[in-house]
């Protein structure tokens, strides 16, 4: 069955610093990737999703993440975080059938101190 | 914003009652996905419906119920509530399948307390 592995529960970093979360995946066939953002009683936003080609994604809000597949990872990152980047973050896997829906970690929250 | 509508945003019910939450989805989308997010846990898949037959369920009981109608807005019932399904529930809205052919609108979600 298919899985989503977020090891990080909660990461705090400080603005301007670096960021990577991690997510890990366990799926049968090539996987569609996904993150997404939710802020405190928000739906989710996408970030960022990885189909095919090239395995290095760049996302809105200056996030990217890279595909290894020989890792089974999609690792997230931002160069320099900014403070309203305070949020929950989740990883989401889902197959190219078009009707399997999305499986979700269960999200790494960010918080964000000067 | 992603054009997703849910309504209402919060409510309260006790055990045994009934609730419908409503969506309505992004314009040209002809599939609705409802998932179910605990608090502290991620999204987990309830139910889809593409062109108003439901095409995918996951681990929900008889209970948890649904329709699309003909403009592709849906609904959510859930009959007999337990305290445990007090939770954010969100609707997705895609064209085609969804994680398959593309991504996934959310709406920000109903927020349901069952005391």
Redesign the interface.
């Known amino acids: 069955a298919q899985s989503?592995t977020q090891p990080d529960i909660h990461i705090t970093v400080s603005e301007g610093a670096s960021l990577e979360l991690r997510c890990n995946y366990s799926y049968g066939a090539t996987p569609?990737l996904?993150w997404?953002v939710q802020s405190p009683?928000?739906?989710?936003?996408?970030l960022l999703?990885y189909f095919s080609g090239d395995t290095l994604v760049q996302g809105i809000k200056g996030f990217e993440a890279e595909f290894k597949r020989s890792q089974s990872s999609f690792n997230l990152r931002k160069p320099s975080v900014h403070w309203s980047d305070a949020a929950e973050y989740?990883c989401?896997?889902?197959?190219?059938?078009?009707?399997?829906?999305?499986?979700?970690?269960?999200?790494t929250r960010l918080s964000v101190i000067a | 914003e992603?054009g997703?509508t849910q309504s209402p945003t919060h409510l309260i019910k006790t055990r045994g009652q009934q609730v419908t939450l409503r969506c309505s989805s992004q314009s040209g989308h002809n599939t609705v996905?409802w998932?179910q997010q605990a608090l502290?846990?991620?999204?987990?898949?309830i139910f889809?419906y593409?062109r108003e037959e439901e095409?995918?369920r996951?681990n929900f009981p008889p209970r948890f119920s649904g329709l699309q109608f003909p403009n592709y807005s849906s609904e959510l019932n859930v009959n007999a509530l337990e305290l445990d399904d007090s939770a954010l529930y969100?609707c997705?809205s895609s064209l085609?399948?969804?994680?398959?052919?593309g991504?996934?609108?959310?709406?920000?979600?109903s927020?349901l307390t069952v005391l």
Not at chain 2, 40 to 45: A, E, H, S, V
Not at chain 2, 96 to 101: H, I, R, S, W, Y
């Open positions: 989503v569609y996904f997404y009683g928000q739906g989710l936003q996408l999703k989740f989401a896997v889902g197959a190219h059938s078009g009707n399997t829906p999305l499986v979700f970690g269960k999200g | 992603t997703v996905s998932y502290g846990q991620g999204p987990q898949f889809q593409y095409n995918g996951g969100l997705a085609a399948g969804g994680g398959g052919t991504e996934l609108f959310f709406g920000e979600g927020r």
